[in-house]
């Protein structure tokens, strides 16, 4: 009796919760707090440029890296810290990154000099890029079947509003603290907020069943310095385009092209003798993360360079103020928001026909946006176009949640945290890509019709439009790879699997044995 007992609590130790974590709508209302803060931040800036150049005696390609600099460093460290995650624990990550979030932001807000100001960011972005993979990898850690789906659907909303509602919140910060230093509460609204979420996350985030140690981990650091290197050189010339980068640095992308190609090399090199890869390739292989990677780069060139294009049309061609301007956009922040979370509760329904209903949606309110702006303007602007904003964002909730998801529903969990990295990393190079592209179209229509800004605005957002329908394509065709039936809900079990991948122990032993059989090879 007693060696039965003893067996049936060391199964329960061992075997998952159907259900998932008890603490798991907390985590994640934690952890989505700390991710909504990192990347708010990289958008919530750009209302205070002016206010930062005045204050700091800056020209205007110097204050330019206070939001560069963010970008570029976040998005180096998104693959590394992934996998420092699922090695040493996303707890501790998560707590790391928070508190360096916490400590960079006050930094910021107080340097006393432009060089100071981008070096605290350069370091800001770093510990935002540290945050962000933990929340992917909690989620699949932590959430079974349906509710996994639902969870995700938290975080697509979280990603969504964070973009969309930056020039709002920076708007309102910077109208509640009025003066020469007003910008500096941009930074510092961060130290409360941080503080209170570290507190509660070292309380509620459950940490690893069998901590290891740097001693007994295989980082990859040479696969580090060759992504690093790639992101890098991919990066700086897109984050400098509106500085002339595109043209001086114009290089780089050719050695970005050869530093990625070494990486890939390495990273399967590394695989086929046995040893743990920083990404894995075969992930590739991994059902629906190559497709929906894809989708999520391409989508977010499109979506994230518009927030600029707006800004300038509102601002510059229409005299309105950063407040005025931030509120212009909010249907779309709403429709991100409203639909996100019905999205992550549909899922299981409709599976990758929500993302492709949502880029049918998005890039019709888009198009009906640029059409309407090119004959309206003054006042009337801002209420034109809440219809078409509205249900461009109500299509953009349904791609970022369900496709967030999908692209990670059958990775390894001892993957699970790179994986996500990988999937942000493309996001965020997508975003770059955006900014400097439709900012580029929109001064070479504004240069040629002589400053007309409906009509450098209408084309901008027509192409914007045009990448929403190319990332639709991608959608479209991954649907059409997949039975209608290859869903993400309950009928997939308590944690969807593919290629035989378990990935939180919902399989037999025998069908585990298979799987792990069946990733090896």
């Known amino acids: ?33 700390a991710a909504f803060m990192a990347l708010l931040d990289v958008s919530i800036v750009n209302v205070a440029l002016p206010s930062i150049q005045r204050g700091l005696g800056a020209s205007a390609g110097t204050v330019q890296w206070v939001v560069s600099g963010y970008a570029l460093t976040f998005g180096l460290v998104l693959v590394p810290a992934g996998r420092l995650g699922d090695v040493l624990g996303r707890r501790r990550m998560f707590l790391v990154g928070l508190a360096a979030f916490v400590i960079t932001s006050a930094l910021t807000g107080a340097a006393p000099t432009m060089g ?5 960011r350069l370091l800001q972005g770093v510990a935002g890029g540290m945050l962000i993979p933990q929340n992917s990898g909690l989620i699949q850690e932590l959430f079974r079947g349906a509710e996994r789906g639902r969870a995700f659907g938290v975080l697509g909303a979280t990603v969504g509003l964070a973009t969309a509602t930056g020039p709002v919140v920076g708007g309102l910060i910077m109208a509640a603290a009025p003066g020469p230093d007003a910008w500096r509460w941009v930074f510092y609204v961060n130290v409360p907020i941080g503080l209170v979420a ?14 290891r140690s740097l001693r007994d981990t295989h980082l990859d650091l040479v696969g580090s310095l060759l992504l690093g290197g790639g992101v890098l050189s991919l990066l700086l010339p897109l984050v400098n385009a509106e500085t002339g980068g595109l043209g001086r640095e114009w290089w780089l992308f050719g050695v970005a092209i050869l530093l990625l190609a070494a990486f890939v090399w390495r990273e399967i090199r590394t695989a086929r003798r046995g040893r743990q890869p920083l990404l894995d390739p075969r992930l590739a292989r991994t059902s629906g993360f190559a497709f929906g990677s894809a989708i999520g780069l391409v989508y977010f060139i499109g979506f994230t360079g518009i927030w600029l294009v707006l800004a300038l049309f509102f601002q510059d061609g229409l005299g309105y103020s950063p407040l005025r301007s931030g509120l212009a956009v909010t249907p779309f922040a709403l429709g991100v928001a409203a639909s996100a979370a019905i999205a992550g509760r549909r899922l299981a329904r409709f599976g990758r026909r929500l993302t492709v209903s949502g880029l049918i949606a998005t890039t019709a309110g888009l198009a009906a946006t640029a059409l309407l702006l090119r004959h309206t303007g003054g006042d009337a602007a801002a209420w034109v176009t809440a219809p078409p904003l509205l249900m461009a964002g109500l299509g953009g909730g349904m791609v970022t949640s369900p496709n967030i998801t999908l692209t990670l529903q059958h990775v390894p969990m001892r993957m699970a945290g790179a994986a996500g990295g990988a999937l942000q990393t493309a996001q965020r190079i997508g975003a770059a890509i955006g900014v400097a592209v439709l900012a580029t179209i929109f001064y070479q229509v504004l240069t040629r019709t002589a400053r007309d800004y409906a009509a450098a605005v209408s084309d901008t957002l027509l192409c914007a439009s045009g990448l929403m329908l190319l990332a639709l394509l991608v959608a479209i065709a991954d649907l059409v790879r997949h039975d209608p039936k290859d869903s993400y809900g309950p009928s997939a079990g308590p944690c969807p699997q593919s290629h035989g991948v378990a990935d939180d122990g919902g399989l037999s032993p025998s069908r585990r044995s298979d799987a792990s059989q069946a990733w090896r090879t």
């Open 198 to 211: 570290l507190v509660l996350a070292a309380r509620l985030v459950p940490g690893p069943t069998a901590p």
């Open 116 to 120: 100071l100001l981008i070096a605290a």
């Open 1 to 33: 009796m007693i060696t039965m007992s003893a067996g049936r609590r060391a199964e329960s130790l061992v075997r998952p919760r159907a259900s998932g974590h008890p603490n798991r709508w907390h985590v994640l209302a934690v952890s989505q707090v």
